[in-house]
């Protein structure tokens, strides 16, 4: 590795270690649940994978019913990858259907009135108590709402109160009843990067539908292999 490479590769491991110590300090729950999705995550990141082209990727989309995209809350560019990938489908003529993390299942009326004008933003993110139950940046999500609105797409909150498990179960539950009920539309997934391993909310999703849908897991934060990668192929 040239002294450029190893140069930029150090900057690229400040950056990450900063918004890594930001993404740790939103955290209020030290249990060993939260551990035990960690090591998940940690097993998980040991897989060989393997590289593909930008179509490729796309046709792995289009062939899918659902997909999962993982979101490092503190870092708006997994929100943005979001936002690509629903303006790909888009122009592919594709219905989809949104499902968020970010916003409470409870507050589906407010996502409802606020998609179809009868709530400004200030009065939608004061409604959702925003501030106070999601407390990322908004900005990292208001894009897609805003892509909802005009290409009229479906936005269903998925978040919940609870254990970790719990809140799969719950976000799964709803997953399932609207991929069941409009199965010729595909389901797009922003939930964070631990509940998106396999055995995680994907699992649960397909033990609560009795057809079985094809899933595709789109990852954004699996550390390791990230910087795996790097090292192998500093271009």
Same mark, same amino acid.
């Given at each position: ?12 491991? %400040? ?7 930001? &993404? ?25 994978? =393997? ?18 995209? @993982? ?34 299942? &409870?507050? =589906? ?33 208001? %894009? ?16 919940? =109160? @609870? ?7 719950? &976000? ?19 939930? @964070? ?12 999703? =397909? ?29």
């Amino acid at each position: 590795m040239s002294e450029l490479h190893q140069k930029l590769l150090e900057i690229r491991r %400040e950056i990450y270690d900063r918004l890594k110590k930001t &993404a740790v300090s939103y955290d209020v729950i030290t249990s060993k649940e939260l551990k035990s999705y960690y090591d998940s995550q940690s097993a998980y990141e040991d897989i060989d994978f =393997q590289s593909i082209s930008s179509q490729d990727f796309i046709s792995l989309a289009l062939g899918s019913d659902i997909i999962y995209i @993982g979101d490092f809350h503190t870092f708006d560019q997994s929100s943005r990858n979001f936002n690509r990938l629903i303006k790909i489908l888009v122009d592919q003529k594709t219905t989809i259907s949104l499902g968020l993390e970010m916003v409470n299942s &409870a507050d =589906q009326h407010a996502i409802e009135s606020f998609l179809s004008g009868h709530l400004t933003e200030k009065e939608f993110l004061e409604s959702i108590n925003y501030r106070e139950s999601w407390r990322f940046p908004w900005a990292h999500y208001s %894009e897609l709402f805003k892509l909802a609105k005009k290409n009229k797409l479906k936005v269903y909150g998925l978040n919940s =109160q @609870g254990t970790l498990e719990e809140r799969d179960d719950h &976000a799964s539950k709803i997953i399932s009843k609207v991929i069941t009920k409009d199965s010729k539309s595909k389901f797009l997934t922003l939930f @964070g990067e631990l509940h998106i391993i396999p055995d995680k909310l994907p699992r649960k999703v =397909q033990k609560n539908t009795s057809n079985k849908f094809k899933d595709l897991i789109v990852h954004q934060n699996l550390d390791q292999i990230y910087w795996r990668q790097l090292e192998q192929n500093p271009e």
